[in-house]
């Protein structure tokens, strides 16, 4: 029998998963992995001090294990040139002092990926997860001496999410223990289904930062809509505040004072229309009055926040903030293996940390506390193995709960009433459904990175072909798993890289003019020295054309050279076919953008094998300790 590469792939990783095969890294290549095992005393950790704080963040909904790619371009510039979290690859490793081919390489870097991750297998998965939180808490002493946190965008980026609003995540995360969380995602549902989840939330939601606007304060349908909800969404009337900021909990005898801060720039990056008696900000004057009331008032031995800024904005917040001790960050996924002190005005420390994505790490941070007063921190950033960590078994039982539930009519996919839910899924069991195998990769796909990703390629690819264009645009997002060359690709796979509540598709025009317009105003957000005026995205994927990028140009200068796929020059006054999806203030009348992906995925399973990638051609970067092998040209 004759198997061209595709087929043979594709058995390789059949036979593996089947155990019939060590891995298919060895299998494939004929070469035997050499790498340092994972093993299960890297998770031991005695407690250090009177309490343990338990971090996770941009969870992303995924319950069970999956890959997860780290970037090779995560590019500083000004100030963040050359500084965590904006090092990747061997750099990377020579900051942390790690070695190449061991299991944290395979964590924290994009380093020999297909391999260690053949190897090293699947990270993350909440009955793993649960089994390390539980752990660690049993080392701190038990939950009497431990706080457990999440950052934001828990119930957010996977099907199972879409399809019950966010309610399967609120109930794994009860049953994974978290007692503070605060939200970014998390407001693209409904505002009534926002409120819904929290009730159900055994804990507490903070955000000091979000406002109920003035209007809504003053008419009764926002005030029918808290009542309808148990008071939930309007905490400080006088404030405006419709979440309570902050938080005292008493751990091992100690006051320990948790503040909650809500992406900040929500209502530019997501539809108001979800969320429109809500405004959001860094509220940074707000952020220290919250600060010296608890220190006056509570008395507490620690004051740390729970935060879904972005890393860069932690950063500078730590350094214009008194009084905090510690900043438990999210939004950007940066896997930052140590906290990174920053001075305060005053001269004091904050700690700040970001713990990833995916439930790929738990972020561990031990307070040394004498006689009240907080002396010192020891932190880690924890790689969740799934091969090494066994499964919990309560989480498994719940994990075969939902994937056994059925797709009905009540499913609500899109803002489209005609799209609420699609009729050829009715009645399958969301594992069904999700178990679906559209194509075989032929290379490792995935998305996270600065600028293109093969993950993304095949989503603008899938566009172009959808609504026939020219031109095809995806956001810059961080969030989507993996998938390992020779994988079948799945429908939970596809899912993973795009249901969100606004996954519309849509056809448009554009000038070229236009089209710079479009490409600087997204580099302005992305490279922009003052991270108080970034968003903390990534740069806008592009099939169908390719251009120059000059990250650290001015405003106006950064994007040049902009060519069709076959080398026409885009002209500024000329007009062109352009397919997107996901619009913030219009909703699209293409179909969902998981449905065209995964047709076009069956239209092509027979050929996976990516023709071209629209990797820009990046300008003065060279050096630049955030970015390495990268596949375009550099200038």
């Known amino acids: 029998m004759s198997l061209n590469r595709r087929e043979f792939l594709h058995v390789m990783s059949m036979a593996a998963a089947a155990g019939m095969l060590p891995g298919t890294a060895s299998a494939m ?23 343990r704080m338990l971090h996770i963040t941009d969870t992303h909904a995924q319950l069970k294990p999956i890959y997860f790619r780290e970037p090779n371009v995560n590019l500083g510039t000004g100030p963040a040139y050359g500084k965590l979290p904006h090092i990747v690859g061997h750099k990377l490793l020579e900051t942390y002092g790690y070695k190449e081919n061991t299991p944290l390489s395979y964590a924290f870097t994009y380093l ?36 457990t946190m999440d950052g934001g965008d ?3 980026g996977s099907a199972t999410a879409l399809w019950t609003r966010g309610q399967d995540m609120v109930e794994a995360s009860n049953i994974l223990g978290i007692e503070i969380m605060t939200g ?17 939330f055994k804990g507490e939601f903070l955000a000091q930062n979000v406002r109920v606007k003035e209007d809504s304060l003053f008419g009764d349908e926002y005030r029918e809509m808290v009542d309808a909800h148990g008071g939930i969404g309007l905490y400080d009337e006088d404030e405006g505040m419709p979440f309570k900021p902050y938080t005292i909990k008493v751990v091992n005898g100690e006051r320990i004072a948790v503040v909650g801060q809500a992406f900040p720039r929500t209502s530019n990056a997501n539809p108001q229309a979800n969320f429109p008696d809500w405004s959001f900000g860094l509220r940074e004057d707000s952020l220290q009055q919250v600060v010296n009331k608890i220190r006056k008032e509570e008395k507490p031995a620690a004051i740390v926040m729970i935060s879904h800024n972005g890393m860069d904005v932690d950063l500078k917040m730590a350094s214009r903030v008194n009084g905090i001790d510690a900043i438990f960050g999210g939004h950007t996924h940066d896997g930052v293996a140590k906290a990174i002190p920053v001075k305060t005005p005053e001269g004091g420390v904050c700690h700040v940390t970001n713990a990833g994505s995916n439930g790929k790490f738990v972020g561990v941070m031990d307070l040394d506390i004498q006689n009240g007063k907080l002396r010192g921190v020891e932190y880690h950033l924890l790689p969740v193995f799934s091969n090494v960590l066994p499964a919990d078994k309560e989480v498994n039982t719940f994990l075969d709960g939902l994937y056994a539930k059925k797709y009905d009519k009540n499913i609500v996919e899109s803002r489209r009433e005609d799209s609420y839910y699609n009729k050829d899924r009715l009645g399958k069991t969301y594992g069904e459904i999700l178990s679906e ?19 993304d390629q095949i989503i603008v690819n899938a566009l172009r072909e959808e609504h026939d264009t020219q031109i095809a645009m995806s956001a810059g997002v961080r969030w989507g798993t993996s998938v390992l060359a020779g994988e079948t690709i799945t429908m939970e796979r596809v899912m993973d890289e795009t249901s969100m509540t606004y996954g519309e598709t849509y056809k448009s025009t554009v000038t070229g003019a236009q089209m710079k317009d479009i490409l600087e105003g997204i580099c302005e957000n992305l490279f922009q020295k003052d991270p108080y005026l970034q968003s903390g995205g990534d740069m806008v994927r592009l099939g169908g054309m ?3 990028c000059e990250p650290n140009a001015e405003f106006g200068n950064r994007i040049s050279d902009m060519r069709l796929d076959d080398g026409t020059p885009l002209e500024a ?49 060279k ?11 550099m200038l």
């Open 437 to 455: 195998e559209l194509a075989v990769a032929e290379e490792t796909l995935y998305r996270r990175g600065n600028f293109m990703g093969t993950w």
């Open 112 to 147: 020999n990926f297909q391999d260690a991750a053949e190897q090293y297998g699947k990270v993350g998965g909440f009955a793993h997860l649960k089994t390390l939180l539980d752990k660690l808490r049993e080392q701190a002493g038990g939950r009497e001496n431990t706080i």
């Open 546 to 548: 390719d251009y120059t």
């Open 29 to 51: 290549s004929g070469t035997k992995q050499t790498g340092t095992a994972a093993t299960m005393d890297m998770y031991n950790l005695p407690l250090k001090g009177k309490c």
């Open 184 to 200: 970014h995602w998390e407001f693209t549902y409904k505002e009534p289904e926002v409120l819904a989840n929290l009730q159900k």
């Open 573 to 621: 006054n000329k007009t062109y076919t352009v397919a997107g999806w996901a619009q913030v203030d219009t909703v699209g009348e293409g179909r969902l953008m998981w449905d065209v992906t995964a047709d076009y995925l069956r239209r092509h399973k027979s050929d996976m094998k990516l023709k071209k990638v629209n990797h820009p051609t990046l300008k003065g970067v």
């Open 623 to 633: 050096g630049n300790p955030g970015i390495e092998d990268y596949p375009g040209k």
């Open 154 to 156: 828990l119930w957010h």
